[in-house]
């Protein structure tokens, strides 16, 4: 009895030579998986360096840039009251239109009284030119002394003098009459319109603000650590959040600003304290746009832009 269970253990046991243990199935998968991760991640790492190395190096990118442009305040040079105002906001103007008339019957009776008082002066010019010679064909005989001669001629150079004098009033009432027509300095777009009819304005005061977006250009605030290889004359391309993806403007690196935008703060920070602690500063660096894109894709200040300097060029 024992000899016929014995023969059955044998029986029951398998041959090893059958079939591999279900145990070591997930062993092997693990170490495929393992093995195949190993080649995603190294894979990965080389086609970032090789990105890095043949396309990154290549750029220099920032999203912090804006449009900007020098615009042009209008002021006027004469005060009065303001007769008529022919713009407003929004309203693209060329250079030498008119965009404000002041009152102009003070201006026009200033110069009428400077004209009268030349030729007042120029009479009195004639006069003493005519005394002057008389004295002077007389003084050969000996008819005139010399202290009337020299008389004379002090005469005539103070009259001279007032005819200069009297003359250069009327040019400036002239000119203070031309001057209430105030114009545009530059072409562009009239903004901050603050001038109404009625107003009575003096010299220097704000009027409006004509743009030159036709000459806008870009100011790319980049970190410190990317400018070390950006030198002015490298060429950019930008894209306006205005347009998005599909416009793309070409510009050229101008040069860069004086100083961080921390230091021209109202408030600079102040560094030499015990918790200091140090933050990577962004340096404003200008370029210039292509007039011809600008003509076809306005853009206007204050607007966000992403630059691409090509420091390979």
Do not use: C
């Amino acid at each position: 009895m024992n000899q016929i269970r014995h023969i059955k253990k044998v029986e029951a046991q398998p041959n090893a030579s059958e079939e591999i243990p279900a145990e070591a199935k997930p062993s092997n998968k693990r170490k495929y998986l393992f093995l195949a991760f190993g080649a995603s991640l190294a894979l990965l790492g080389g086609g970032a360096y090789a990105y890095d190395v043949l396309v990154a190096s290549h750029h220099v990118v920032t999203d912090n840039a804006y449009v900007e442009a020098n615009v042009a305040l209008v002021t006027p040079l004469v005060g009065g009251p303001v007769r008529e105002v022919l713009v407003d906001d929004t309203q693209a103007v060329k250079q030498g239109d008119v965009l404000v008339r002041l009152d102009n019957i003070d201006a026009k009776l200033a110069l009428t009284r400077a004209e009268a008082a030349l030729s007042a002066a120029k009479a009195q010019l004639d006069k003493a030119r005519i005394d002057l010679d008389r004295r002077q064909a007389l003084s050969a005989s000996g008819s005139v002394s010399g202290e009337e001669l020299t008389s004379a001629r002090n005469a005539y150079s103070a009259a001279d003098a007032n005819v200069k004098a009297t003359e250069a009033a009327r040019q400036q009432a002239a000119i203070d009459l031309d001057r209430t027509i105030i114009r545009a300095p530059i072409d562009g777009v009239v903004s901050k319109r603050q001038v109404q009819v009625g107003l009575r304005v003096q010299p220097g005061m704000a009027l409006m603000t004509v743009v030159p977006i036709q000459a806008a250009y870009v100011d790319a605030n980049y970190k410190e650590i990317q400018l070390a290889k950006v030198q002015p004359g490298q060429s950019a391309t930008l894209h306006s959040d205005l347009y998005g993806d599909d416009v793309e403007f070409h510009g050229r690196v101008i040069g860069f600003s004086g100083g961080t935008g921390a230091a021209f703060a109202v408030v600079p920070a102040q560094n030499a304290t015990g918790n200091w602690i140090k933050v990577v500063q962004r340096l404003p660096v200008r370029m210039a746009l292509d007039p011809k894109e600008l003509e076809q894709h306005p853009l206007r200040v204050g607007l966000s832009m992403t630059a691409d300097i090509h420091v390979k060029d």
